[in-house]
């Protein structure tokens, strides 16, 4: 299986950007998928989850991105989506797609993810 990422660039604060992902290889619909992000020198941390068909799709976020950032999921597209509104210079990272086809799913926990993408590089100026 394989995820491609795509939608990365330079943004200005405030500003916004949507991020894609496409996954091919497998079913994905009953995977939890997730972003993470990974700034200059810091670890790679959750931004946002959405768990698969049986539990619901249920989306979460992480605190920093709360009521800014939207996660969806397009399970006959094998697509997921990360809309990003009012960007902030914060948010400049490498962020990253994730599937986990585990059979216990935490959406935030990086290492219950099987699957990543290769990345796809936001930069927010001031």
């Known amino acids: 299986a394989q995820l491609v990422e795509s939608g990365g660039g330079l943004v200005q604060a405030g500003g916004s950007l949507t991020l894609s992902c496409v996954a091919s290889?497998?079913?994905?619909?009953?995977?939890?998928m997730g972003w993470f992000r990974e700034a200059h020198l810091k670890d790679r941390e959750f931004v946002a989850g959405?768990?698969?068909?049986?539990?619901?799709?249920?989306?979460f976020y992480a605190d920093s991105v709360k009521g800014r950032f939207t996660i969806s999921r397009d399970n006959s597209k094998n697509t997921l989506t990360l809309q990003m509104n009012k960007v902030r210079p914060e948010d400049t990272a490498v962020y990253y797609c994730?599937?986990?086809?585990?059979?216990?799913?935490?959406?935030?926990?990086?290492?219950?993810?099987?699957?990543w993408g290769q990345g796809t590089e936001v930069t927010v100026s001031v």
């Open positions: 959405v768990t698969g068909l049986s539990l619901g799709g249920s989306t």
């Open positions: 290889g497998g079913t994905f619909s009953s995977a939890s």
């Open positions: 994730a599937a986990s086809t585990l059979s216990f799913q935490d959406v935030y926990n990086r290492r219950d993810y099987n699957y």
